[in-house]
Structures are given as structure tokens and as C-alpha cells.
């Protein structure tokens, strides 16, 4: 099992950044791969960002290219998502996801509200 605590959400003027965490526990962090996902009102959850088991990122070119990075701290067992030149249409649910294997992620954290206002 593996159990995880998002933190961070907000609400921000547009241009402003946010800075989530992901605290992770249960599990030994280098053994899982994490990432985060979103849930903006009237769309399905779609994926933002995330670390690979290489330790590569790979991110949501479309909706957040050049604005959001992934990070993590092995010594805290965390992981970031680093939010810059928000925009309103980034308003949403943040999730934090993992996984312990190749397959779906299938840890979720509880969510974290991010509220971009114009």
C-alpha cells in the first residue's frame, strides 16, 4: 500500500505560481513511480506530469509545456509539481498518483483544490 498526502493547492490571481506536494508513504519511494494528474470542472481527469522508473519526466505538452516542472525529494519522500504563469483554464483538482509497478497508477492522493482567477 501506498498512501499519499497532497498539499499546496490555492487560490491565485492569473501570471501567479503555486508549488504542490505529494508526500508518499508505505512503500520504499525509489520503488514507485509518481505523477500528477487534474480534474477541471466538466472534463475528465487528464495527466499533467510525471516521473518515469528511469527517472525521466515527461509532461502535458499541450496544456502545460514550459510552465509546470516535476520534482522530487528522495530524502522527504515527496514530489512537486511546480506551477508557474497560471492561467485560469488551469483550474481544477490536482491529484497525485503512484504506482509500483508498469501497469495504471493505482494510489491516489485525496486531491488539492487550484483556483486561477483572471
Known amino acids: 500500500q501506498v498512501q499519499l498526502v497532497e498539499s499546496g493547492g490555492g487560490s491565485v490571481q492569473a501570471g501567479a505560481s503555486l508549488r504542490l506536494s505529494c508526500a508518499a508513504s508505505?512503500?520504499?519511494?525509489?520503488?514507485?513511480?509518481m505523477a500528477w494528474f487534474r480534474q477541471i470542472m466538466g472534463k475528465e481527469r487528464e495527466f499533467v506530469a510525471a516521473?518515469?522508473?528511469?527517472?525521466?519526466?515527461?509532461y502535458n505538452e499541450d496544456s502545460v509545456k514550459g510552465r509546470f516542472t516535476i520534482s522530487k525529494d528522495n530524502a522527504r519522500n515527496t514530489v512537486h509539481l511546480q506551477m508557474n504563469n497560471l492561467k485560469p483554464e488551469d483550474t481544477g483538482v490536482y491529484y497525485c498518483?503512484?504506482?509500483?509497478?508498469?501497469?495504471?497508477?493505482?494510489?491516489w492522493g485525496q486531491g488539492t483544490q487550484v483556483n486561477v482567477s483572471p
Open positions: 498518483a503512484a504506482s509500483a509497478n508498469v501497469g495504471p497508477y493505482n494510489y
Open positions: 508505505g512503500r520504499t519511494f525509489a520503488n514507485i513511480r
Open positions: 516521473f518515469s522508473w528511469t527517472g525521466s519526466t515527461t
